[in-house]
């Protein structure tokens, strides 16, 4: 079992920062890849970004150039760095784990980007 917590979500004007963070537990070591999706207001859900065991990472292409996926494993946390915010990124964003093929979600915390 895994348990996936989000934080560092809120308000932000255009242009600025956020970064998000995932904190897992459970069987960390089953993990093998995690990833960041949003749904946005009248939205399906949709991927971000994603990082593999090995360090790959994968951009959904609006996202590219301003957004970049992490992983500290010594605090077994995935983190988003979110710039150059647009009010198109406002959503609910959730970070998964996938083990065996199996997608566990967090409870989603909300980014909100006015203009």
């Known amino acids: 079992q895994v348990q996936l917590v989000e934080s560092g979500g809120g308000l932000v004007q255009a242009g600025g920062s956020l970064r998000l963070s995932c904190a897992a537990s459970?069987?960390?070591?089953?993990?093998?890849?995690m990833g960041w999706y949003r749904q946005g207001p009248g939205k399906q859900r949709e991927l971000v970004a994603t990082i593999t065991k090995g360090g790959n990472t994968n951009y959904a292409d609006s996202v590219k150039g301003r957004f970049t996926i992490s992983r500290d494993n010594a605090n077994n946390t995935v983190v988003l760095q979110m710039n150059s915010l647009k009010p198109e990124d406002t959503g609910v964003y959730y970070c998964?784990?996938?083990?065996?093929?199996?997608?566990?979600w967090g409870q989603g915390t909300q980014v909100t980007v006015s203009s």
């Open positions: 998964n784990g996938w083990v065996a093929g199996y997608a566990y």
């Open positions: 459970g069987s960390i070591f089953r993990i093998n890849a």
